[in-house]
């Protein structure tokens, strides 16, 4: 058995699994898949799949981890024994590791401008020199692949010595620090000339962006910034304890989530209308408009600094726990050591994060169905890859699981009177399984 999180008190096993979600998903992915998404349209989309697939599905993974206390292979094993269901745990490992891969590309982006905050290079330039700031540090041939190393290796190191509890235990406490900080950014952001406009992107939908292609990316995003789909949670619930309310912690966890997601929204796009910036920047999108909040903060440096640590302690969180998932599978099915696990699984992300890294810059050229492959490892992972473990995750728990576990796991064996299990029974059958496939087949 691995040395993974034992949660002794109900808020740890909350506050691991907020850890795990809550990260560069909410405040980075989240702003500038809605920015180039049609903003209102992708929002909407996004709140209704965190509502009907999202806390179905949290539920589902919660079931499996829970009923068996064991590693998602194991667990299916267990739960399905004889079948191949089981090989469905791949669909987790191979995601994990496309992510980790081209999120630590990020992470490295957050040390860069943690140091350039630090140093003072943040201050004192145009939203247009933030944008060529940025495009000639990501397409530099070897700085933020440097970057993306080092993150792995820290990551690396962290999960070697089982750091991991007091990296958790410093998460906790800042958590609610960089709840209060994003807090102190929107109000700057909303109070900054033409900020309406910015509320409007993002609350006022218009029918005309509703596409296809919007509804697979919010669907995407809501799986990857929930962790989802990919059995992180489930690995999570395996150390909940029989006491714990499953429905209650999943209702936490989304709420939680969704509300630094919109937060974050709230911080950069006001500023992006205010300055006359372009909501779909991409991937750099926070790192052109950030700068320019710094600078009409008082004190703008201090703030700068502070809230890179934050989202850097915040990555650090989702990337152990998206790490996890592959290191206990080499563990626990493959008998490796738990140091070779976790040295296979870093080596792996290392050389994939390294091409990742040199996607904006020299392998720019290198593209699968015209996606550079950071772009092309972010698609399949996040839009196709989560999505279909989501269905797997409802249709198995739904459907072939024996209900009575089902409804013994969600009310502690009778101890909790659920009010929304009928509701949620119902959308993990029926809803959440057909909404996901709909929104797929809407692609072709
Ligand atoms: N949910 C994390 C975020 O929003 O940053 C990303 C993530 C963590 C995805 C863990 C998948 C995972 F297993």
């Given at each position: 058995?691995?040395?993974?999180?034992?949660f002794?008190?109900?808020?740890?096993a909350?506050a691991?699994s907020?850890?795990?979600?809550v990260?560069?998903?909410?405040?980075w992915?989240?702003?500038?898949?809605?920015?180039?998404?049609?903003?209102?349209?992708?929002i909407?989309?996004?709140?209704?799949?965190?509502?009907?697939?999202g806390?179905p599905?949290?539920?589902?993974?919660?079931?499996?981890?829970?009923a068996?206390h064991?590693?998602?292979?194991?667990a299916?094993?267990?739960?399905?024994?004889?079948?191949r269901t089981?090989?469905?745990?791949?669909?987790?490992?191979?995601?994990?590791?496309?992510?980790l891969?081209f999120?630590?590309v990020v992470?490295?982006?957050?040390?860069?401008?943690?140091?350039?905050?630090?140093?003072?290079?943040?201050?004192?330039?145009?939203?247009e020199?933030?944008?060529?700031m940025?495009a000639?540090?990501s397409?530099?041939?070897?700085?933020?692949?440097l970057?993306?190393?080092?993150?792995?290796?820290?990551?690396?190191?962290v999960?070697?010595?089982g750091?991991k509890?007091?990296?958790e235990?410093?998460?906790?406490?800042?958590?609610?620090?960089?709840?209060?900080?994003?807090?102190?950014?929107?109000?700057h952001?909303?109070?900054?000339p033409?900020?309406?406009?910015?509320?409007?992107f993002?609350?006022?939908?218009?029918?005309?962006?509703v596409s296809?292609?919007?509804a697979?990316?919010?669907m995407?995003?809501?799986?990857?910034?929930?962790?989802?789909?990919?059995?992180?949670?489930?690995?999570?619930?395996s150390?909940?304890?029989?006491?714990?309310?499953?429905v209650?912690?999943?209702?936490?966890?989304?709420?939680?989530?969704t509300?630094?997601?919109v937060?974050?929204g709230?911080?950069?796009f006001p500023?992006?209308?205010?300055?006359?910036?372009t909501?779909?920047a991409?991937?750099k999108?926070?790192?052109?408009?950030?700068?320019?909040?710094?600078?009409?903060?008082?004190?703008?440096i201090?703030?700068?600094?502070?809230?890179?640590l934050?989202?850097?302690?915040?990555?650090i969180?989702s990337?152990?726990?998206?790490?996890?998932?592959?290191i206990?599978?080499?563990?626990?099915?493959?008998?490796?050591?738990?140091?070779?696990?976790?040295?296979?699984?870093?080596?792996?992300?290392?050389?994939l994060?390294?091409?990742?890294a040199?996607?904006?810059?020299?392998?720019s050229?290198?593209?699968?169905?015209?996606?550079?492959l950071?772009?092309?490892f972010?698609?399949?992972?996040?839009?196709?890859?989560?999505?279909?473990?989501?269905?797997?995750?409802?249709?198995?728990v739904g459907?072939?699981?024996?209900?009575?576990?089902?409804?013994?796991?969600?009310?502690?064996?009778?101890?909790?009177?659920?009010?929304?299990?009928?509701?949620?029974?119902?959308?993990?059958?029926?809803?959440?399984?057909?909404?996901?496939?709909?929104?797929?087949?809407?692609?072709?």
């Amino acid at each position: 058995m691995s040395d993974r999180a034992r949660f002794t008190t109900k808020m740890g096993a909350i506050a691991a699994s907020v850890g795990s979600a809550v990260g560069l998903g909410n405040i980075w992915r989240f702003p500038y898949e809605a920015g180039e998404n049609g903003g209102g349209a992708f929002i909407l989309i996004y709140l209704a799949c965190v509502l009907l697939m999202g806390i179905p599905v949290i539920v589902a993974e919660f079931v499996v981890g829970r009923a068996t206390h064991r590693n998602v292979n194991g667990a299916l094993k267990q739960l399905a024994p004889g079948s191949r269901t089981h090989w469905f745990a791949y669909i987790g490992i191979i995601a994990s590791l496309m992510i980790l891969s081209f999120y630590s590309v990020v992470c490295g982006w957050i040390v860069e401008y943690l140091i350039l905050a630090v140093s003072g290079g943040l201050s004192g330039h145009t939203p247009e020199e933030y944008g060529v700031m940025f495009a000639s540090f990501s397409s530099h041939p070897w700085r933020p692949m440097l970057w993306t190393v080092l993150f792995l290796l820290l990551n690396h190191l962290v999960l070697r010595r089982g750091l991991k509890r007091g990296i958790e235990r410093i998460s906790n406490m800042m958590m609610p620090v960089l709840f209060v900080i994003l807090l102190i950014f929107c109000i700057h952001s909303l109070m900054m000339p033409g900020a309406g406009e910015g509320l409007r992107f993002m609350f006022a939908p218009r029918l005309s962006d509703v596409s296809a292609t919007v509804a697979v990316k919010a669907m995407g995003q809501a799986f990857f910034s929930l962790s989802l789909g990919l059995s992180c949670l489930l690995t999570y619930a395996s150390y909940f304890k029989d006491s714990d309310s499953l429905v209650r912690n999943a209702t936490v966890i989304a709420f939680l989530d969704t509300l630094v997601a919109v937060l974050a929204g709230l911080m950069i796009f006001p500023a992006v209308f205010s300055y006359g910036m372009t909501p779909e920047a991409g991937p750099k999108l926070i790192f052109e408009v950030l700068p320019v909040i710094f600078q009409q903060m008082h004190f703008g440096i201090v703030w700068a600094v502070l809230l890179f640590l934050l989202l850097f302690v915040a990555s650090i969180t989702s990337t152990i726990s998206m790490s996890e998932i592959s290191i206990a599978f080499f563990e626990e099915e493959h008998g490796l050591s738990r140091d070779k696990a976790t040295a296979v699984s870093t080596v792996i992300a290392l050389v994939l994060g390294s091409l990742c890294a040199l996607s904006f810059g020299p392998l720019s050229g290198v593209t699968v169905c015209g996606m550079t492959l950071f772009s092309l490892f972010d698609y399949v992972s996040s839009n196709l890859l989560l999505p279909a473990g989501g269905i797997f995750f409802s249709v198995f728990v739904g459907w072939m699981l024996e209900q009575r576990l089902v409804e013994d796991e969600l009310t502690n064996r009778g101890t909790l009177n659920v009010r929304t299990m009928r509701v949620l029974l119902f959308c993990m059958r029926y809803v959440a399984p057909l909404a996901i496939a709909v929104v797929f087949f809407s692609l072709i």
